[in-house]
């Protein structure tokens, strides 16, 4: 095998088939592989926080957490890549997590593998986001997006509703929203401001926003933090109040299993 620091690599699929995986109660397949420095309590509490209904969608899925994950991607999505390319570092040096990615989804037998870098991630903060990003956009592929949720992101959108959940988020909406057409004039005579809707964008836009939505709702179920948390540089980020919709509408849809809870605090500024 490769070594590179000491540290001998592993095939991602070698990984696969020998650490011994596990189901949650709620369905979820997942393991651990390494030094991952997540203990088994923890590991199954973030997992067990995906809600059954969402859990259900999941199926030939497993979740692998490994201390790094190497392996360039291919042309069918930035996180996929061949199996024989991936590569599972069973511990961590500086050198190794120069090279790591956050994750790689494998696909053999018609099963998909996830591999989840723990020892990238600063905090279980940031590793259960990464985690809940990945189930996130896995419901949508299988499932798409309700029409009730896209009512919403939609009219919060025409709205021009401050900010986002995400870049991807961001710039489709940007791209649906699209340019002014000429204005068009009413019964009244008043003129009337429309624009050209790019169907696709539009699409993408509110199926990120829905993984989005997903996961930041699954993080709250595991952690508490503050939504400043989730700001990142390239993009505003959402309007609280907004996001507190988007929230109680994925509540709705996917209650929380027994031991979680959903709750939205406000916080008031003093003075």
Not at 65 to 87: I, Q, R, Y
Not at 121 to 132: G, K, T, V
Not at 159 to 168: I, L, M
Not at 182 to 204: C, F, M, V
């Amino acid at each position: 095998m490769l070594e590179i620091a000491q540290v001998e690599l592993k095939p991602a699929l070698e990984v696969a088939r020998t650490a011994p995986i596990q189901q949650a109660p709620n369905g979820v397949c997942y393991a651990s592989f390494g030094q991952t420095q997540l203990s088994a309590t923890d590991l199954e509490r973030m997992v067990q926080a995906v809600p059954q209904t969402i859990a259900t969608a999941l199926n030939r899925k497993a979740y692998y957490f490994v201390p790094l994950t190497l392996g360039e991607s291919n042309e069918s999505g930035p996180s996929a890549a061949n199996s024989s390319d991936v590569m599972i570092a069973p511990d961590f040096t500086t050198e190794l997590g120069d090279l790591a990615t956050c994750h790689r989804n494998v696909n053999f037998n018609g099963a998909e593998y996830v591999f989840i870098s723990t020892r990238l991630m600063q905090d279980r903060f940031a590793l259960a986001f990464e985690f809940y990003i990945n189930v996130g956009h896995h419901f949508v592929d299988a499932v798409g997006v309700p029409e009730s949720f896209l009512n919403l992101v939609w009219s919060q959108a025409e709205a021009n509703v401050r900010g986002e959940t995400s870049q991807d988020a961001w710039e489709q909406r940007a791209k649906a929203i699209g340019a002014p057409q000429s204005p068009q004039i009413s019964s009244r005579g008043s003129a009337l401001s429309t624009n050209i809707i790019d169907e696709k964008a539009r699409t993408e836009y509110v199926e990120a926003a829905f993984a989005d939505s997903i996961a930041i709702y699954l993080l709250s179920l595991t952690v508490d933090f503050d939504y400043t948390e989730l700001r990142e540089r390239e993009y505003p980020l959402l309007a609280a109040q907004a996001l507190a919709e988007r929230l109680r509408h994925v509540a709705q849809l996917f209650p929380p299993n027994a031991g979680h809870e959903f709750s939205i605090r406000y916080r008031r500024r003093n003075g």
